[in-house]
Structure formats: structure tokens, C-alpha cells
């Protein structure tokens, strides 16, 4: 069974950062397009960066340039690295594979206020 164990997360000011990480066992994520999801209490889930097997990401337009998503294949874990964070940047963020979701982790709750 796959396990995915997100931290990092936590309190910080606007402007700050945070750098997330998602820890997966029981599949290697090296065969997989991984992604950064968040989700606020009562609102749908949104895919923040995608990570090609090669490390290549994407990112939703009100994250780009901000934040950088990247990936230790060796190490089963990959990471976010949220920079400039903003007061709409408060989420549950939670790591998953792209296509065909692991059952979700805890999330870590990042919040970002002054």
C-alpha cells in the first residue's frame, strides 16, 4: 500500500517561504508524473505543479515564478519549494501521482498571514 507523508508546512508571514516535502513509500515515484495539489476546507482541489519523471514542472499561473517543484527520484520524495508566499496561498497542500491518485496523505497546512 502507498503511503505519502507531506511536512514542511506551517505559519509564516506574506512574503516568506517554505519549502514542502512528500515522502512516498510502497511504489518508486520514478515512473510517475507527480503533483503538488492544495484544497481549502469546502473547495475543490487544485493541481498546483506537475513533475515529469525527468523533473520537468509545470505550474498554475498564480504560482509561477514563486514557487519550484522538483523531485529525488533516489530518495522516493519530492519537494516545493514556496517562495513569495501570499495570504491566498493558505492551503492543505498534499502530493499525489498525476493519473490514477494513491489514497491521499494528511497534507501539511500552510498558512500564510501577517
Known amino acids: 500500500q502507498v503511503q505519502l507523508v507531506e511536512s514542511g508546512g506551517g505559519l509564516v508571514q506574506p512574503g516568506g517561504s517554505l519549502r514542502l516535502s512528500c515522502a512516498v513509500s510502497?511504489?518508486?515515484?520514478?515512473?510517475?508524473?507527480m503533483g503538488w495539489y492544495r484544497q481549502a476546507p469546502g473547495k475543490q482541489r487544485e493541481l498546483v505543479a506537475s513533475?515529469?519523471?525527468?523533473?520537468?514542472?509545470n505550474y498554475v499561473d498564480s504560482v509561477k515564478g514563486r514557487f519550484t517543484a522538483y523531485r529525488d527520484n533516489d530518495k522516493n520524495t519530492m519537494f516545493l519549494q514556496m517562495n513569495s508566499l501570499k495570504h491566498e496561498d493558505t492551503d492543505v497542500y498534499h502530493c499525489?501521482?498525476?493519473?490514477?491518485?494513491?489514497?491521499w496523505g494528511q497534507g501539511t497546512q500552510v498558512t500564510v498571514s501577517s
Open positions: 510502497g511504489s518508486k515515484i520514478s515512473i510517475y508524473v
Open positions: 499525489n501521482r498525476m493519473y490514477g491518485f494513491w489514497n
Open positions: 513533475i515529469s519523471h525527468g523533473g520537468v514542472a
